[in-house]
C-alpha cells in the first residue's frame, strides 16, 4: 500500500522539485505509517514497548531502508540480481524468494545476498501482474518450482516470502492440497506476511489489495480449506512494530511457527540482519 503511493508520487516529486524532496516525501510518509499504525495497534506489554531511541532508530531503518528500494533494488532488480543462482549446498533445499505487494524481488536483495553468501541455491520470482488474484499467482509459483527442481535435481525447494508473497505461498499450497498433487516444498518461511489481513488495505482498490482486507472473504476461505494443516512445516517470522501489517499480530497463524520480534518496521523485514540470521537458521545454516 505504502509502495503504490510511494510509486506515484515519485516521479510527480521528482519532476517538480528534484531528488531531495523525495527522499523528504519518503521520510514523512515512512513516519505516519508508523504513527498510524500505533495508533490502532492494540496494547502490548510494557517489556516489548520501544523507548523514544528504539521509535526514532525503528523509523530511520524503515525510511533506509525504503530509500534503497525505491530508489536502487526494485528499479534495478534485473541487472543487480540474478534470477537463477546455484548452491554448493550439498543435500540442501534450493530456496526460493517470493516479494509482497507492489515490489518484486529486488525488496529481498539483501536476503538473496546473504543466502547465496552461504551457499544456498537462490531462486526469484516476480508476481505479475501485479494487482491479479492473489489465488492466480499459485500458478506462477507452481511453475517456478517446478523449473527450479527440473534444474537443480532437488525434490523439493523451500520457500521465503516477504509480506503478501507469504498469501501467494498458502495459496499454492491451498491449491496442491485440492488437487492430491506433491508441493514440492520443504518449509515455507513468512516475513510479516497479514495472513489475518491488515487495515491498511482497506484503502485499497486492486483485486488483491481487497482480498488483505481483515476478515476478507478470500482469507477466510483461505483458512476455512486449510483447516490449520499444511503439507509442510510453516514459519511466521513478524515484528509488533510493523507499519503495514495493522494489527501485528495479525502476521500470527494458528498451526505455524510463530517467531515475534519489536524493533523492525515492514518493509525492513527481510533486508534485517535480525531477520535474516533467523531465516538461515531454519534453514539450517552455519552463519559465515
Not at 10 to 32: H, R, T
Not at 35 to 51: D, E, F, Q
Not at 135 to 146: D, F, H, N, P, T
Not at 203 to 220: C, D, I, Y
Amino acid at each position: 500500500m505504502l509502495a503504490a503511493a510511494v510509486a506515484i508520487l515519485d516521479l510527480v516529486i521528482l519532476w517538480l522539485a528534484g531528488p531531495g524532496a523525495l527522499l523528504l516525501l519518503i521520510a514523512v510518509l515512512i513516519g505516519a505509517t508508523l504513527v498510524i499504525s500505533a495508533a490502532l495497534a492494540p496494547g502490548r506489554p510494557p517489556a516489548s514497548r520501544l523507548s523514544w531511541r528504539g521509535r526514532v532508530n525503528l523509523w530511520l531503518g524503515e525510511v533506509l531502508a525504503a530509500w534503497s528500494l525505491f530508489l536502487c533494488w526494485l528499479p534495478l532488480e534485473r541487472v543487480l540480481m540474478r534470477r537463477d543462482q546455484a548452491g554448493t549446498r550439498a543435500n540442501t533445499p534450493p530456496v526460493l524468494l517470493i516479494h509482497g505487494y507492489v515490489n518484486n524481488a529486488g525488496a529481498l536483495w539483501r536476503l538473496w545476498r546473504s543466502l547465496c553468501h552461504n551457499g544456498f541455491g537462490v531462486f526469484t520470482l516476480n508476481l505479475e501482474p501485479v494487482y491479479s488474484d492473489i489465488g492466480q499467482y499459485a500458478s506462477l509459483i507452481a511453475a517456478r518450482i517446478e523449473s527450479i527442481r527440473a534444474a537443480t535435481g532437488s525434490t523439493q525447494v523451500t520457500l521465503v516470502c516477504h509480506s503478501m508473497g507469504g498469501l501467494a505461498a498458502r495459496a499454492y499450497l491451498r491449491r496442491s492440497m485440492q488437487e492430491r498433487l506433491d508441493p514440492g516444498v520443504a518449509k515455507v518461511i513468512t516475513l510479516g506476511t497479514p495472513h489475518h489481513g491488515t487495515a491498511w488495505a482497506r484503502v485499497e482498490r486492486s483485486k488483491n489489495g481487497r482480498q488483505m482486507h481483515p476478515n476478507s472473504a478470500w482469507l477466510t476461505q483461505l483458512a476455512e480449506h486449510e483447516g490449520g494443516a499444511w503439507v509442510c512445516p510453516l514459519v511466521s517470522i513478524y515484528s509488533l512494530d510493523d507499519n503495514v501489517v495493522v494489527p501485528a499480530t495479525s502476521a500470527r497463524l494458528d498451526g505455524a511457527r510463530n517467531i515475534e520480534l519489536t524493533g523492525i518496521g515492514h518493509i525492513s523485514l527481510p533486508l534485517s540482519r535480525r531477520v535474516i540470521a533467523l531465516v538461515l537458521s531454519e534453514l539450517g545454516a552455519d552463519l559465515r
